[in-house]
């Protein structure tokens, strides 16, 4: 599976783990939850994608911590993801949409 595969994969799985935070609420996530957030905020880490990677550590952190900032926290990663997921998909369109380098053209 090649990186944007991989990287669509994860947002996928991390989507539908933010609408089940946002639907249940904060308080109501587990350690199967929490376990599933550590394991896609290491992923985002090694992706390169530290922003992402930052908020869900804050996120995780307000969680296990019991804080009243973990809503608050849960709206930044969300509004985070989001716009990492619109800006890889305009990348991703980009590449497309852009015609190949004709060889014949340089010479």
């Known amino acids: 599976m090649d990186e944007i595969a991989e990287l669509r994969d994860a947002l996928d799985r991390l989507h539908a783990a933010m609408d089940d935070l946002v639907v249940r609420g904060v308080r ?18 090694t992706a390169g994608a530290e922003h992402l990677a930052e908020k869900l550590g804050t996120l995780l952190d307000a969680v296990n911590d019991g804080d009243r900032s973990a809503a608050p926290a849960l709206m930044r990663a969300v509004t985070t993801f989001r716009l990492f997921d ?8 980009k590449t497309h949409l852009t015609p190949p380098e004709d060889p014949v053209a340089e010479e």
Not at 28 to 45: I, M, N, P, Q, W
Not at 86 to 93: G, N, P, Q, W
């Open 28 to 45: 109501s996530a587990g350690a199967t939850e929490v376990a599933k957030l550590v394991a896609l905020r290491d992923e985002f880490r």
């Open 86 to 93: 619109r800006v890889l998909t305009l990348e991703v369109a």
